[in-house]
């Protein structure tokens, strides 16, 4: 059986760029040899010689310059008779590089009248090949930084051309799915990944700082927990059982906590079945931290704390100035601790300007079903505690503009919580919990956790009972979960944190495909 060619093989571009390639190793030269060793990065190059001049066009020739070797792809070429002048790119920036007739060599290239080095590089090389560089840097008359290449090296002989910046690459569904034409076209695209990184890189040298310990934990699971979300499911032949790719960190951690491990913390990918929007992509990155001996006020201090920090660090400021979604004036987020705080059912009444505890439960229905788009059905079902919730979601999350924490939140949300102290409190139903808020986006969650074997167990049951009634989000009852906290749990604090948010709030981007190397995307047809 043969398989069809794909699509690109019939473009003109790519018959030219293979029929160059056979010419290339007719000429005896390897068009993808094993390593190169440059010396140097453009960015690099260019902060060292800033300030200072390396030469000029004279001295170059004469190689009195100083000398550099780098490697990159070739971005833009002009030829101007005896010389020739190409943008190299590098992960680190572009560096002019000139070609010179007389002093330029093509590694392996066995000169003669027909192919010189010059001919080589005008006829054999395309846009967007991969070229090592050998020679000496000048700057020009009109003051350019540039490399005068004594020898080059061709490292990988391309089939495809690059897209055109203005025309080829403008479909944001092209670019998230073709994310390398992305990375190579785009600079900026490559900064954002890099503030990406040097995020994750502060997050855990603040938590090293302030004694959590890294730990890793499964993410195939027997049972999955943490988190009311419909999971993905796999099998596992060797033990021919289902198995369910991780809803959330909690669990496993929890139990290392009954173990005596102390402080700890993990960043890791969770995995939820669930719709696709500017905020949410199936599979994502969490922080989950836990702590004996704290609630979750500390939680809070800790959750301010690190976004202050990152703040200072990224930017020398907890002021944080963001561009309107649509366009616009800018604004200006205060990142500074303490954030402000309050109740779920205070929210509602300062932003909503509705006093949830008038109303009846049916009341409640009514008006979701008048003033959002939540379906009756959808909530003539749900208790006291959750339709508080639902109405905060639907009706004051987007006007949590500066940093929230919001408090307290009915019991019906979380079967992992524990009650509140207060015992006016918890005699409504309250639990020990905060979910932070900025620009109308939920970035933490956090509960004194619960850790009463018997309460536990009664409301897993619950959620088991929702899940055989058909609520697919549900919890199926996790026993050996249970069989932990029945060997004793010392009082904890946890939070969880969802970083691709907080990314995007610190690289100022709206759509969480933007942070995400490869975003979950429908396949090309």
Same mark, same amino acid.
């Given at each position: ?99 010179? !007739? ?67 690459? /403008? ?55 943490? /988190?009311?979300? !419909? ?109 402000? !705080? ?14 949830? /505890? ?39 999350? #987007? ?58 167990? #009664? ?53 969480? !495909? ?12």
């Amino acid at each position: 059986m043969s398989l069809p060619s794909p699509e690109y093989h019939q473009h003109e571009e790519f018959r030219n760029r293979s029929a160059k390639l056979e010419q290339i190793r007719a000429l005896r030269i390897n068009p993808y040899p094993h390593s190169f060793s440059p010396t140097h990065q453009t960015e690099g190059l260019h902060s060292e010689y800033e300030e200072k001049s390396p030469g000029v066009s004279d001295d170059a020739s004469a190689g009195t310059t100083p000398f550099a070797v780098i490697a990159g792809r070739l971005m833009l070429f002009r030829s101007m008779g005896k010389n020739a002048f190409a943008q190299l790119q590098d992960e680190t920036g572009r560096i002019q590089v000139m070609f010179n !007739r007389d002093l330029t060599k093509v590694t392996g290239l066995v000169d003669n009248d027909e192919v010189t080095p010059i001919k080589f590089i005008e006829k054999k090389l395309d846009l967007g090949d991969i070229i090592g560089i050998e020679g000496h840097l000048f700057r020009t008359h009109v003051g350019e930084l540039t490399l005068l290449a004594k020898n080059v090296t061709l490292l990988c002989k391309t089939l495809l051309p690059l897209p055109d910046k203005h025309c080829g690459l /403008a479909d944001k569904g092209v670019r998230y799915r073709k994310r390398w034409l992305d990375l190579i076209i785009n600079p900026e695209v490559v900064q954002t990944f890099k503030m990406r990184s040097k995020i994750l890189q502060l997050i855990r040298a603040y938590m090293y700082a302030l004694g959590y310990l890294e730990v890793e934990t499964p993410v195939l699971q027997n049972i999955y927990g943490g /988190a009311e979300a !419909r999971p993905f499911k796999t099998h596992l032949h060797a033990l021919d059982q289902e198995m369910f790719l991780r809803i959330s960190l909690e669990i496993p951690l929890k139990k290392l906590i009954v173990g005596g491990m102390g402080k700890i913390f993990e960043i890791g990918k969770v995995f939820r079945n669930e719709g696709l929007d500017r905020t949410h992509n199936p599979e994502f990155t969490m922080l989950e931290a836990y702590a004996p001996y704290v609630d979750y006020k500390d939680m809070m201090a800790l959750t301010e704390n690190l976004f202050e920090s990152l703040a200072r660090e990224l930017f020398g400021t907890t002021k944080l100035k963001l561009a309107a979604e649509s366009g616009g004036h800018e604004y200006e987020i205060e990142l500074k601790a303490p954030w402000k !705080r309050m109740s779920m059912q205070e929210a509602i009444a300062v932003y909503a300007h509705i006093d949830t /505890a008038t109303l009846s439960e049916q009341e409640m229905r009514l008006l979701l079903t008048e003033k959002t788009d939540i379906p009756f059905d959808e909530v003539k079902k749900a208790p006291r505690g959750l339709l508080i919730a639902k109405i905060f979601g639907e009706l004051v999350e #987007k006007h949590l503009i500066q940093p929230h924490h919001i408090i307290d939140h009915p019991i019906e949300t979380t079967p992992l919580c524990k009650p509140h102290r207060d015992p006016e409190l918890r005699e409504k139903g309250l639990v020990e919990r905060f979910e932070s808020f900025i620009v109308g986006r939920e970035f933490c969650n956090s509960y004194t956790e619960l850790n009463d074997p018997e309460l536990q167990r #009664k409301l897993l049951v619950q959620q088991a009972e929702k899940k055989a009634a058909g609520d697919e989000e549900a919890n199926p009852l996790d026993e050996e979960f249970i069989e932990a906290i029945c060997q004793g749990m010392p009082p904890t604090g946890g939070l969880g944190i969802g970083l691709d948010r907080l990314v995007m709030l610190f690289c100022r981007v709206y759509s969480i !495909r933007d942070i995400l190397f490869f975003p979950i995307m429908k396949p090309e047809e």
